[in-house]
């Protein structure tokens, strides 16, 4: 008899784990509350704009990797065209004081000693490990030749697992260590992170790929479906049924019980554990998980359709005000907006797109009531005073602005029921870098977690394996030869 399993959660780590299910022969079937596939890797339309929330860049997009594989596999990259950008990020502060952060090493060498010629030790080492790091690969199945491989850049990791700010501390120049800071480092990351990605764009192996992140989870969907798999959609989960320290199936909110042999939460983790299975089957370290790790923060991202060309615009710009801002009931002493620019198929001809993301804090919406007025005031309030200081940067995109859409935390809650609204999970820092999160969860069986929640760092690579893993150990538990 077909084991069957039920998946939790049609983003892309559902997705992934629906693809590798049918491909090894489970029955498979998808629940999921929203209406559209994709979870967070998602974009929207607003009278003849797409605002995409999810892909800046993605890792594996070079031909011939180990990820770039699996991504074949799950129908992800078939007419699929990658862009590349010349730079990460071009950041300027409250003095006019300004620089490019090139992907091309050589290139930022001479961007950062033009800023400050007595960093010019640092400045050397950071662009020659750029290089080192170009060369890696991220592994697939951590295997003993990768370990092997990884020996070169270990001594990096070592280097670069601190906080962005700590790593800084040594550039004497207080002009390029605040810009630096600011281009680099995202609440308490690990800096190894954003080089990673810096250095992976520049070694074309972190492309951003043409119609962004819809039609990247549509892909997806379609070969799930391809397999044979199905989903339903517009379905809520309220509890994991469980028979015996056994996962045997679903409760919906409708009422409707769906059983299987195996189940699969790709859904927001603390739902999981702490709501749906009631904290049952939680021992002391996924408790401190939860208590002491760093989620990415909730976000506000505010979208712009503009009646005019942004080509003068830099395609990812970060401004430091001269004070910080209060918006969103936190201080914002960082501004960053990215220019569509590079997918002209977000906006009519001649017009444009740009989306900002400003961390606040949870508690702070939590006040309010979804879609009362004091909830639209507020949303309303929060992107005017981002389009103000956009203006601030270039005054003749005044009155350009043909529509402005604002999704809070709550947005975020409402979608894809993430925890306190985060939008990735967990956070690579100084004491999550080499943190290896199960996905399992102790004394119950046939279940598995993949996700956001599982891994740190978030985006689709991290969720797309996790996917894959989940239904490798499910073939190992049953002794299956796991089709990869």
């Given amino acids: 008899m077909t084991p069957s399993v039920l998946i939790i959660g049609c983003g892309m780590a559902g997705l992934s784990a629906g693809c590798y299910a049918r491909m090894n022969g489970f029955d498979t079937e998808i629940v999921e509350m929203h209406s559209i596939p994709g979870g967070l890797c998602t974009a929207w339309s607003r009278k003849g704009y797409t605002f995409d929330l999810c892909i800046h860049w993605l890792c594996g997009s070079k031909p011939g990797t180990s990820l770039y594989k699996v991504y074949e596999k799950l129908g992800l990259m078939k007419d699929r065209h990658f862009s590349y950008s010349e730079s990460w990020a071009t950041i300027r502060d409250e003095h006019g004081n300004e620089i490019r952060l090139y992907t091309d090493p050589g290139r930022l060498y001479d961007e950062l000693i033009r800023i400050s010629p007595e960093d010019s030790r640092f400045i050397a080492r950071l662009c020659k490990d750029i290089r080192k790091i170009s060369r890696m690969e991220p592994p697939v199945d951590l295997s003993i030749m990768d370990i092997i491989r990884y020996i070169p850049v270990m001594g990096l990791m070592k280097r670069y697992k601190p906080a962005?700010?700590?790593?800084?501390?040594?550039?004497?120049?207080?002009?390029?260590?605040?810009?630096?800071?600011?281009?680099?480092?995202?609440?308490?990351?690990?800096?190894?992170?954003?080089?990673?990605?810096?250095?992976?764009?520049?070694?074309?192996?972190?492309?951003?790929?043409?119609?962004?992140?819809?039609?990247?989870?549509?892909?997806?969907?379609?070969?799930?479906?391809?397999?044979?798999?199905?989903?339903?959609?517009?379905?809520?989960?309220?509890?994991?049924?469980?028979?015996?320290?056994?996962?045997?199936?679903?409760?919906?909110?409708?009422?409707?019980?769906?059983?299987?042999?195996?189940?699969?939460?790709?859904?927001?983790?603390?739902?999981?554990?702490?709501?749906?299975?009631?904290?049952?089957?939680?021992?002391?370290?996924?408790?401190?998980?939860?208590?002491?790790?760093?989620?990415?923060?909730?976000?506000?991202?505010?979208?712009?359709?503009?009646?005019?060309?942004?080509?003068?615009?830099?395609?990812?710009?970060?401004?430091?005000?001269?004070?910080?801002?209060?918006?969103?009931?936190?201080?914002?002493?960082?501004?960053?907006?990215?220019?569509?620019?590079?997918?002209?198929?977000?906006?009519?001809?001649?017009?444009?797109?740009?989306?900002?993301?400003?961390?606040?804090?949870?508690?702070?919406?939590?006040?309010?009531?979804?879609?009362?007025?004091?909830?639209?005031?507020?949303?309303?309030?929060?992107?005017?005073?981002?389009?103000?200081?956009?203006?601030?940067?270039?005054?003749?995109?005044?009155?350009?602005?043909?529509?402005?859409?604002?999704?809070?935390?709550?947005?975020?809650?409402?979608?894809?029921?993430?925890?306190?609204?985060?939008?990735?999970?967990?956070?690579?820092?100084?004491?999550?870098?080499?943190?290896?999160?199960?996905?399992?969860?102790?004394?119950?069986?046939?279940?598995?977690?993949?996700?956001?929640w599982v891994v740190t760092g978030g985006g689709i690579p991290g969720a797309v394996l996790s996917g894959r893993k989940a239904v490798k150990l499910m073939c190992g538990e049953i002794g299956k030869k796991f089709v990869c």
């Fill in 164 to 452: 962005v700010q700590d790593v800084l501390s040594e550039v004497k120049s207080p002009v390029l260590r605040n810009l630096l800071a600011a281009g680099l480092g995202w609440e308490s990351q690990s800096m190894f992170f954003p080089l990673m990605g810096l250095a992976m764009q520049w070694g074309e192996n972190a492309g951003y790929p043409e119609g962004g992140s819809l039609p990247f989870a549509e892909a997806i969907e379609k070969r799930y479906l391809e397999l044979g798999g199905t989903i339903r959609y517009k379905s809520r989960v309220v509890s994991i049924i469980t028979e015996k320290n056994r996962a045997t199936g679903v409760r919906l909110s409708d009422g409707t019980e769906l059983n299987a042999d195996y189940v699969i939460s790709c859904a927001d983790g603390h739902t999981t554990i702490f709501d749906w299975l009631k904290g049952e089957y939680c021992d002391d370290t996924i408790q401190g998980y939860y208590q002491n790790l760093e989620p990415f923060p909730p976000i506000v991202f505010i979208s712009f359709g503009l009646n005019t060309d942004l080509a003068h615009v830099p395609k990812d710009l970060i401004v430091l005000p001269d004070k910080p801002v209060k918006i969103a009931g936190m201080e914002q002493g960082i501004i960053r907006f990215l220019n569509h620019v590079h997918d002209p198929s977000h906006y009519p001809k001649g017009k444009g797109v740009i989306t900002t993301w400003i961390p606040t804090d949870y508690s702070f919406w939590e006040q309010f009531t979804y879609q009362s007025e004091a909830y639209r005031s507020e949303k309303e309030l929060a992107g005017k005073m981002i389009f103000d200081l956009l203006c601030q940067q270039y005054p003749e995109l005044s009155g350009s602005c043909e529509v402005m859409d604002v999704a809070t935390p709550l947005t975020f809650v409402r979608y894809t029921g993430n925890w306190k609204g985060s939008y990735e999970g967990w956070q690579v820092t100084p004491d999550s870098f080499f943190l290896d999160l199960p996905q399992t969860l102790p004394g119950l069986s046939r279940f598995y977690m993949a996700g956001q």
